[in-house]
């Protein structure tokens, strides 16, 4: 079984494990990572081989507070006060790599930028404190399918391909960190996440969104167009089940399969999103039927990663 319960004395064993080029499934707020050791060339090299991650997508790198980003990347003034508001926390900051930066290339895809972030999860910081190290970790599903939120979701990906699972029981955020470019003026969401766009412009001032122009060619690669998907094919916007659809509901939702959250609160929505779509993408369902979700607040994360699982597929 390569499920663990998170105790003590297993996520001891876990960064060990990463210390010695081993990866980990652990779990996060967000979604659960595959962890492992971001300065070893050979960990980063399987984390983008297990997942069948293509190469050219960096990996977001995980610290246990922002003082140990110093020796990664140029800190500057509003890092330092996005870290003091937001983290521990799901935002992850891109900032300009330092040439002496002991983190792989590979990791960061040979950019000129690293992504970096501190967890709010008690198992993440005390791996990630016991590792003593910088840990790269995208979530733990194989490339483009639907995000972990479960220690079982994990297992289910790799059927048993993994060394250790940690478990720390299901994710309270369920969509991943919001990842913000702060490389360029004004600074840019390149995916938004658990923190809201409102809350980085209240701290900020203005943030700008991607050009659509840079969706083929993404600066940030979580903006590829299908990716978070369901087996099944995804239908948005609908306001009930076709022949052979189960019906995702928000909101009052008579007739709904499963409903993200029946008083429509969008932080209940976001908890429930990958554990209800991987529920539904099974027989006797042959499509998914999503209602309308709006749009403010966690809601844009969650209709990005709706949009993404209704795309076409690659
Ligand atoms: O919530 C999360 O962020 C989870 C947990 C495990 O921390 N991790 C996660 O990782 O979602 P991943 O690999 O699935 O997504 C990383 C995102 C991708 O969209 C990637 O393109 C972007 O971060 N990214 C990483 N490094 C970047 C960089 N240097 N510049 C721009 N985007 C970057
Ligand atoms: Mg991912």
């Known amino acids: 079984m390569t499920i663990i319960p998170a105790t003590a004395a297993a996520i001891k064993q876990a960064a060990l494990l990463l210390q010695t080029g081993q990866l980990v499934a652990f779990p996060t707020e967000t979604v659960y990572g595959l962890g492992g050791d971001a300065t070893n060339d050979r960990a980063v090299a399987a984390i983008f081989a297990t997942k069948s991650r293509p190469s050219f997508n960096p990996l977001i790198i995980h610290l246990p507070d922002a003082a140990s980003a110093a020796p990664l990347v140029h800190f500057d003034a509003a890092a330092r006060r996005l870290a003091e508001k937001f983290w521990p926390g799901p935002l992850t900051l891109v900032l300009p790599r330092r040439p002496d930066s002991p983190v792989s290339l590979l990791a960061s895809a040979g950019l000129d930028s690293i992504a970096i972030r501190v967890p709010a999860h008690?198992?993440?910081?005390?791996?990630?404190?016991?590792?003593?190290?910088?840990?790269?970790?995208?979530?733990?599903?194989?490339?483009?399918?639907?995000?972990?939120?479960?220690?079982?979701?994990?297992?289910?990906?790799?059927?048993?391909?993994?060394?250790?699972?940690?478990?720390?029981?299901?994710?309270?955020?369920?969509?991943?960190?919001?990842?913000?470019?702060?490389?360029?003026?004004?600074?840019?969401?390149?995916?938004?996440?658990?923190?809201?766009?409102?809350?980085?412009?209240?701290?900020?001032?203005?943030?700008?969104?991607?050009?659509?122009?840079?969706?083929?060619?993404?600066?940030?690669?979580?903006?590829?167009a299908s990716h978070y998907a369901p087996a099944l094919p995804v239908?948005?916007?609908?306001?009930?089940?076709g022949p052979g659809e189960a019906l995702l509901g928000f909101g009052p939702a008579a007739g709904a399969s499963l409903n993200l959250s029946p008083e429509a609160d969008l932080t209940e929505a976001a908890a429930n999103l990958f554990a209800m779509l991987r529920a539904l993408d099974r027989p006797p369902f042959q499509a998914i039927a999503v209602m309308p979700i709006p749009d403010h607040g966690l809601g844009a994360a969650i209709n990005d990663r709706l949009r993404r699982a209704a795309a076409p597929r690659g």
């Open 122 to 224: 008690p198992v993440a910081l005390a791996l990630l404190q016991a590792a003593g190290r910088p840990v790269a970790a995208p979530s733990a599903n194989p490339s483009g399918q639907v995000s972990p939120t479960t220690a079982r979701h994990v297992a289910d990906g790799f059927d048993g391909g993994l060394t250790m699972i940690l478990d720390g029981g299901p994710c309270r955020v369920g969509v991943e960190s919001t990842v913000l470019d702060l490389t360029t003026t004004p600074p840019r969401l390149l995916r938004p996440g658990g923190i809201t766009r409102e809350a980085l412009e209240a701290e900020l001032g203005p943030v700008a969104l991607p050009d659509a122009s840079e969706l083929g060619a993404p600066r940030s690669p979580g903006m590829l």
């Open 235 to 241: 239908r948005l916007d609908a306001i009930g089940a």
